[in-house]
């Protein structure tokens, strides 16, 4: 990666900014960071070009806007990133599924084996 | 676009984004299309490179270092390279002092030029004609709006920014806070300081002890 953060994504505008407080990103769940993280390096790894992730992530804000659903910035972020790279091949949907129920198996499981450690499964920062 | 967070169908909404991120990472990785420690040091970037904490650094060591202060006013752009941070586009960077007597403000009146590798991205009302346009003819009563009665004893000097130039302001370091060390101080130097419409403030537990 360039080691630099590209102009592109953080000067996102309007209904598209990455929510911020006194200029910094804000990230409300550790997830949200993951999310964020995962599109941008997708991007820098030439997965797509970053226009065609703001356009999705437009196209997704407006669509829950129109329906009155109340999900956060980085759950329509996560919705979009899913579609887009289902869109470009990826994955597929069968999969994507497939792992998501695995993890919550996982996590499930997790629980059961090790409550004494509740927070394990948190990337914090 | 504030949210509520209470209802348990939020929350698990909550636990399926988090879920669901989990997998599309693992599943990426899976395949070799990313790395863990990529996304690591992309988020650790964004989320330092994105803010003023650059911009709060030379603030902070100009209060704490005479010699680098001077510096500073001499010639902003070599004094902020020490640090490691380079201008804008090679924008010579200048650097305004408030003193008792002066306060400094900062706008583009053309555009939105702004010193972002110091002070991170420029807020949205730092773009809007709004502002562009008042802030030079009533910078008092656009800093009232802000919050900050400024009294009319104080001259205020507002300065218009441009490819060439990109301009930061050097606020008053906040009384009460001469035995804190430059890493204390850092932490209270805000964006909305740095450009001049807000004033820095001493950490509560300072405040009105005097």
Redesign the interface.
């Known amino acids: 990666?360039a080691?630099?953060?590209d102009?592109r994504?953080?000067?996102m505008d309007e209904q598209l900014?990455l929510?911020?407080k006194?200029?910094?990103?804000v990230f409300?769940?550790?997830?949200e960071?993951?999310?964020?993280?995962?599109a941008?390096?997708?991007n820098?790894?030439g997965?797509y070009p970053w226009r065609d992730f703001s356009q999705g992530l437009a196209t997704e804000i407006a669509t829950a806007e129109q329906k009155g659903i109340?999900?956060?910035?980085?759950?329509r972020w996560?919705t979009s990133?899913?579609k887009l790279?289902i869109d470009k091949g990826?994955?597929t949907r069968e999969?994507?599924d497939a792992?998501?129920a695995?993890?919550?198996l996982n996590?499930h499981d997790d629980h059961h084996h090790h409550d004494d450690h509740t927070h394990h499964?948190l990337h914090v920062? | 676009m504030p949210h509520e967070h209470h209802g348990s169908e939020h929350i698990q909404a909550e636990i399926d984004a988090a879920l669901r991120t989990k997998a599309l990472e693992a599943l990426l990785v899976e395949k070799g299309l990313i790395t863990t420690d990529v996304i690591d040091e992309i988020v650790r970037l964004y989320e330092q490179d994105i803010g003023p904490l650059n911009g709060a650094k030379v603030v902070a060591k100009a209060w704490t270092d005479p010699a680098y202060k001077q510096r500073l006013l001499e010639d902003g752009t070599a004094a902020i390279a020490e640090l490691g941070f380079t201008g804008s586009q090679g924008a010579e960077m200048v650097v305004l002092e408030d003193t008792p007597t002066v306060h400094n403000v900062v706008v583009c009146t053309l555009c939105s030029c702004y010193p972002w590798p110091i002070l991170g991205l420029p807020p949205t009302w730092y773009k809007s004609f709004a502002y562009r346009s008042r802030v030079v003819r009533e910078p008092r009563v656009v800093l009232r709006e802000f919050g900050w009665e400024l009294p009319e004893s104080i001259e205020i000097r507002v300065w218009d920014s441009n490819s060439e130039v990109r301009y930061m302001v050097l606020p008053e370091r906040p009384a009460g806070t001469e035995h804190l060390s430059e890493g204390e101080l850092m932490p209270l130097v805000t964006r909305d300081a740095m450009i001049g419409v807000a004033k820095v403030e001493a950490p509560q537990a300072l405040q009105g002890g005097e």
Not at chain 1, 28 to 31: I, L, V
Not at chain 1, 33 to 38: K, M
Not at chain 1, 70 to 75: I, L, T
């Open positions: 990666m080691g630099t953060t102009r994504i953080a000067n900014a929510p911020r006194n200029g910094e990103l409300e769940a550790p997830w960071a993951r999310a964020f993280g995962l941008v390096a997708l820098e790894n997965l109340s999900s956060s910035y980085y759950e996560l990133l899913e790279v990826l994955m999969e994507l792992w998501t695995k993890q919550a996590e499964n920062h």
